[in-house]
């Protein structure tokens, strides 16, 4: 007669904010798996090394300052390997074994909350052990400030609330890290957001008695408008600099030669908005006498 062994693993915490999903997608990165060692403490068994392997897909490489990162960006799976003396400890106390995982939750450069670990989820038996399988995503955040490198790691300690089948409770087991990297298992940064900007001739061509209008618009990532300064010039030579005013601004450039003139629009961008530019063609007629 086959032994039913399951355990159903959930999570509880706090999320870092709530927010919209982001018009731009994130910037994929590559992510390893990566397997620490925490110490749990069992009744009569003592302290028990207990090995997780983490798993993340879809990690941002790149996330725009300001911008809310919706839930489900991407996805963490987790895997706790009890030995055969552990998992026969716990079948000898409940053939179903209910898990509540407590203050399981990842940690992106030091601050919590970015992993929010699904509850359901069935352990799978392994030869003589059992491994107990987690799958989370991380919750809706939004990045604050412009940083580099910053680490998605595991927590340093979590708390195995254990029930029987009928829910009634066994013990509780404290687990704590203590050997390995800390479950260093991706790194991103937080950038500038991207700029995008519409320009306009309000007349084109013009004659050479007259000075061309540039109609420039820029919005953030996020939609809103833009603010700094706004530069027009042919190569090397600046012609005007305006500041943007709730995300427009109008360019009075100089008189210019008969022909045709590149002109490069360029947003020279601000705290949270990267810079970008823009190339407009002026054609300039001769006037008649």
Same mark, same amino acid.
């Given at each position: 007669m086959s032994v039913r062994r399951s355990l159903l693993v959930s999570a509880l915490g706090a999320a870092l904010g709530a927010g919209a999903l982001a018009a731009t997608p994130l910037t994929p990165a590559s992510a390893q798996p990566a397997t620490t060692t925490y110490s749990c403490t069992f009744p009569e068994l003592d302290e028990v090394d207990v090995p997780l392997t983490v798993d993340v897909t879809n990690l941002p490489g790149r996330l725009p300052v300001a911008v809310p990162v919706p839930s489900s960006a991407w996805d963490v799976r987790a895997t706790l390997h009890l030995d055969d003396l552990t998992t026969a400890y716990l079948l000898g106390r409940s053939n179903d074994i209910i898990a509540e995982v407590d203050g399981f939750e990842a940690l992106l450069g030091g601050r919590p909350t970015v992993l929010d670990m699904a509850s359901g989820v069935e352990a799978l038996p392994v030869a003589e052990a059992l491994d107990v399988a987690m799958a989370g995503t991380n919750?809706?955040?939004?990045?604050?400030?412009?940083?580099?490198?910053?680490?998605?790691?595991?927590?340093?300690?979590?708390?195995?609330?254990?029930?029987?089948?009928?829910?009634?409770?066994?013990?509780?087991?404290?687990?704590?890290?203590?050997?390995?990297?800390?479950?260093?298992?991706?790194?991103?940064?937080?950038?500038?957001?991207?700029?995008?900007? #519409?320009? %306009?001739?309000?007349?084109?061509? &013009?004659?050479?008695?007259?000075?061309?209008? $540039?109609? +420039?618009? /820029?919005?953030?990532?996020?939609?809103?408008?833009?603010?700094?300064?706004?530069?027009?010039?042919?190569?090397?030579?600046?012609?005007?600099?305006?500041?943007?005013?709730?995300?427009?601004?109008?360019?009075?450039?100089?008189?210019?030669?008969?022909?045709?003139?590149?002109? #490069?629009? %360029?947003?020279?961008?601000?705290? &949270?908005?990267?810079?970008?530019?823009?190339? $407009?063609? +002026?054609? /300039?007629?001769?006037?008649?006498r």
């Open positions: 919750r809706p955040f939004t990045p604050k400030t412009l940083e580099d490198d910053l680490s998605l790691e595991l927590p340093d300690a979590f708390t195995l609330d254990l029930y029987d089948g009928e829910g009634a409770p066994l013990f509780s087991v404290e687990c704590e890290w203590w050997d390995g990297d800390l479950g260093v298992i991706g790194s991103v940064s937080v950038v500038k957001q991207s700029a995008a900007m #519409t320009r %306009s001739l309000l007349k084109n061509p &013009v004659k050479t008695t007259r000075r061309a209008k $540039v109609r +420039v618009s /820029v919005l953030s990532q996020t939609g809103l408008p833009a603010t700094g300064e706004v530069r027009a010039a042919i190569g090397e030579r600046t012609l005007v600099v305006r500041e943007l005013t709730d995300g427009w601004v109008t360019l009075r450039l100089p008189r210019l030669a008969a022909g045709k003139h590149r002109v #490069t629009l %360029s947003y020279v961008g601000s705290k &949270v908005v990267d810079k970008t530019a823009r190339n $407009v063609t +002026v054609k /300039v007629v001769r006037a008649r």
